[in-house]
């Protein structure tokens, strides 16, 4: 029902179209439960880890730690539409060299992004 709700408002333009929607799980996913549009939560009883596909298309999968316990760590919350918000913003040092930041389930990337300028 919420996803109907959701996918409404974004088809009359009263919310911003979502990159990213969260699905709360209590074990960690498997390659394959990791799929392009959906953040994995791993959540069983604390936080512990956000799962999701770089957004730059390099093909990795991003692992978020959201363990207060380890450093580096990110905080992950939902809204009731199922859009994540992640802070703070995720840097890949791969050769797609993303930056970005997720916020209410939209990709906003910041301006180093992308490969160095040659």
């Known amino acids: 029902m919420i996803d109907i709700l959701r996918k409404s408002l974004e088809l009359f333009r009263l919310i911003p179209r979502s990159d990213l929607l969260a699905r709360v799980t209590p074990t960690h996913p498997t390659p394959d439960r990791i799929v392009p549009g959906e953040m994995t939560i791993v959540r069983d009883g604390v936080d512990k880890w956000a799962c999701f596909h770089c957004p730059g298309g390099c093909g990795e999968t991003i692992k978020l730690s959201l363990s207060k316990n380890r450093r580096p760590r990110w905080t992950a919350v939902s809204d009731w539409l199922r859009r994540p918000?992640?802070?703070?913003?995720?840097?890949?040092?791969?050769?797609?060299?993303?930056?970005?930041?997720?916020?209410?389930?939209?990709?906003?990337?910041?301006?180093?992004?992308?490969?160095?300028?040659?």
Do not use: A, L
């Open 85 to 118: 918000t992640i802070s703070p913003s995720v840097r890949q040092t791969n050769e797609c060299r993303c930056h970005f930041w997720i916020r209410q389930g939209r990709i906003d990337w910041c301006k180093d992004s992308g490969p160095p300028s040659r």
